[in-house]
Every structure is written in structure tokens, then in C-alpha cells.
T-cell receptor
Framework: GAVVSQHPSRVICKSGTSVKIECRSL??????MFWYRQFPKKSLMLMAT?????????EQGVEKDKFLINHASLTLSTLTVTSAHPEDSSFYIC?????????????FGPGTRLTVL | DAKTTQPPSMDCAEGRAANLPCNHS???????VYWYRQIHSQGPQYIIH???NNETNEMASLIITEDRKSSTLILPHATLRDTAVYYC????????????FGTGTRLTIIP
């Protein structure tokens, strides 16, 4: 299947700083990417849909000014957690949807573990 | 999106077939059934998807009932590496539809 990468794989930062997470589709172009957050022993919760060349669509309850999303190219989306606080510590996962003649499949990145001290 | 119901956990002996059920009684005509799994601290891995016909690939088989209200994912010869949380999701298979994850089934393969 298609490959989606994330960078960094884990990051530790001080409270109040901003952290940028990159999501790349390595062997296909993705007009849409998705950002999820997962707390320990919980399921994935969709945060936002990232659309290439336009504004992201955020799920209810997700602060768009805190979680900045930029999807500047067909292979790269970034999530910036601004002014991070300990409660933002979580596992952040991106995915990208590849469209083929058989429909579309969604492939996930390996995740980024954020720890805010 | 239609919701799915899965048992919270299951055990299966190594080498045996693992059968994971999923109920999706409110599935609509344009929604496919997707299965993903997540091994601890990794991103979800795509397994298989189908609309109404049974599907098989190198990882698993998907059996969908005729009324499409339920399905079963079959791992034919489970190994210890198949221990993971398995998610059954229904979603349209076009455009940029998002996937909504439920709580999944935690499958433990026992040596």
C-alpha cells in the first residue's frame, strides 16, 4: 500500500512553546489529509481535514487557532500545536487518501508522540 | 456516518483462525465496510474493505452478510504479530470522506 510518513516520531517540549508536525505522502498525491489525536487507551479522534490549497475543516470542539494546519502541496500537510500545554500531550496521527480506479483508500502515518512538560 | 458495534476484546490461539464480528445495521447503500488495525503505539494499518461481496487479500478475508448489516473479518492463521486493536468502519468510498473510529476490538493472540 501507499506510504505516509510523519516527522518527528516523538517530541518533548516545554509548556508555552509551539511544535510543528509534518505529514507526507511518499508515493502518491493527496488533495486531502486528515489529522487525528489519540489519548492513552482511547480510540482515534478526528481533529481536522486538511485540504490542499484551502483552509482546513475542523471538527467540533477543536480550536483552529491552537492547532494550525497548512497543506501547501499535494504531498505535505503540517500541524502546528501553538502554545502547547501538558494537556496537549498525545499521539498525533495523520492520514492521506489515495484515489484509484477502484475507489479510494486511506493510509495512516506512524504517528507523532508529543509530550509537553 | 453509520455507526459500528464490535466486541471490546477477543482472544485467539496462535495458528487458529481469528473471526472478528462487526455490526453496522444502519449502513447506507453507498457505504463500504473498512477494516483497520492498530498495533500498540503505531498508526492504523489498512487491512481490507468491501461493499457487498466477500473480499480476500493477502492479509485477511471479509465476509459481509447479504443484508449488509454485519460483517466478519477473518485472519486465517493468526500469529502473535496479529495482536492489535481492530477497527471496523463504514464510510463512502469516494472523494474525501473521513473515517470515524469507534472503540474497536482488542484481539490478543495466545501462544
Amino acid at each position: 500500500g501507499a506510504v505516509v510518513s510523519q516527522h518527528p516520531s516523538r517530541v518533548i517540549c516545554k509548556s508555552g512553546t509551539s511544535v510543528k508536525i509534518e505529514c507526507r505522502s511518499l508515493d502518491f498525491q493527496a488533495t486531502t489529509m486528515f489529522w487525528y489525536r489519540q489519548f492513552p487507551k482511547k480510540s482515534l479522534m478526528l481533529m481536522a481535514t486538511s485540504n490542499e490549497g484551502s483552509k482546513a475543516t475542523y471538527e467540533q470542539g477543536v480550536e483552529k487557532d491552537k492547532f494550525l494546519i497548512n497543506h501547501a502541496s499535494l504531498t505535505l500537510s503540517t500541524l502546528t500545536v501553538t502554545s502547547a500545554h501538558p494537556e496537549d500531550s498525545s499521539f498525533y496521527i495523520c492520514s492521506a487518501r489515495e484515489s484509484t480506479s477502484l475507489g479510494s483508500e486511506q493510509f495512516f502515518g506512524p504517528g507523532t508522540r508529543l509530550t509537553v512538560l | 456516518d453509520a455507526k459500528t458495534t464490535q466486541p471490546p476484546s477477543m482472544d485467539c490461539a496462535e495458528g487458529r483462525a481469528a473471526n472478528l464480528p462487526c455490526n453496522h445495521s444502519t449502513i447506507s447503500g453507498n457505504e463500504y465496510v473498512y477494516w483497520y488495525r492498530q498495533i500498540h503505539s503505531q498508526g492504523p494499518q489498512y487491512i481490507i474493505h468491501g461493499l457487498k461481496n466477500n473480499e480476500t487479500n493477502e492479509m485477511a478475508s471479509l465476509i459481509i452478510t447479504e443484508d449488509r448489516k454485519s460483517s466478519t473479518l477473518i485472519l486465517p492463521h493468526a500469529t502473535l504479530r496479529d495482536t492489535a486493536v481492530y477497527y471496523c468502519i463504514v464510510s463512502p468510498n469516494f472523494g474525501n470522506e473521513k473515517l470515524t473510529f469507534g472503540t474497536g476490538t482488542r484481539l490478543t493472540i495466545i501462544p
